[in-house]
């Protein structure tokens, strides 16, 4: 079985300071990394995943995230957010053995100051 | 191209009436997920899909949830007898067949049970 644990609700930060948003997971099996973002009236959408190789993987908008097998995390970061990343985040994990049951965290909440 | 598709929108609905919930994946997609998402809540896996076979309804909260796909397209999400805990958005997304692809979500049915 597996769990996420996403260690922060609510992330408040100002426009051009860098943020990450921690992702911390369990699991008895090797899994496949995700997050989602579902920005304010839009539905989820992946932002970036992680499933072999380079153990950082960036999305098209600035943001990364680095896979940490010993911590068994995945923490998302970006150098400088700006207004249009104010949405909420998702983690969640995926076994890559067997079937296709995808794990989630309760979310972290992004929000950009001026 | 058409996105996945949720119907209907809302509902709102008394206590112990029935609701069916359908959703409409992406074309040529034969994995299909029924998530549940509960205010301040993380998504909840309930159920998915293969083809039209289910191999894990470990998430089905109660023996009052079924779910149901028919033609390797359109499912549905049956609660019998609703409880006002049902209360929350039920978010479908679909995937190609294959381990780890990204998922695409619908806007999601927002249930209300009086």
């Known amino acids: 079985a597996q769990s996420v644990t996403q260690l922060d609700s609510q992330v408040p930060v100002f426009e051009e300071a860098p943020v990450e948003l921690r992702c911390n997971y369990s699991s008895s099996v090797s899994v496949y990394l995700f997050w989602y973002v579902q920005y304010p009236n839009q539905g989820l959408q992946l932002l970036l995943k992680?499933?072999?190789?380079?153990?950082l993987v960036e999305s098209i908008n600035g943001f990364e995230a680095e896979f940490n097998k010993s911590q068994t995390s995945f923490h998302l970061r970006k150098p400088s957010v700006h207004i249009s990343d104010t949405a909420e985040y998702f983690c969640a994990v995926s076994p890559n053995t067997g079937g296709f049951k995808t794990i989630f965290g309760a979310g972290t909440r992004l929000f950009v100051k001026a | 191209g058409a996105g996945v598709s949720q119907s209907p929108s809302n509902k709102v609905t008394e206590k112990g009436k029935d609701v069916e919930l359908r959703c409409d994946p992406i074309s040529g997609h034969t994995a299909l997920y029924w998530y549940r998402q509960s205010l301040g809540q993380g998504l909840e896996f309930l159920i998915y899909?293969?083809?039209?076979?289910?191999?894990?309804k470990s998430g089905l909260p109660s023996d009052r949830f079924s779910a149901e796909r028919t033609g390797g397209s359109v499912s549905t999400l049956t609660i019998q007898r609703t409880q006002q805990e049902d209360s929350a958005v039920y978010l479908c997304a679909s995937s190609l067949n294959r381990r780890a692809e990204t998922q695409y979500f619908g806007p999601g049915t927002r249930l209300l049970v009086l």
């Open positions: 992680y499933l072999s190789g380079s153990t």
């Open positions: 899909f293969q083809g039209n076979s289910a191999p894990d």
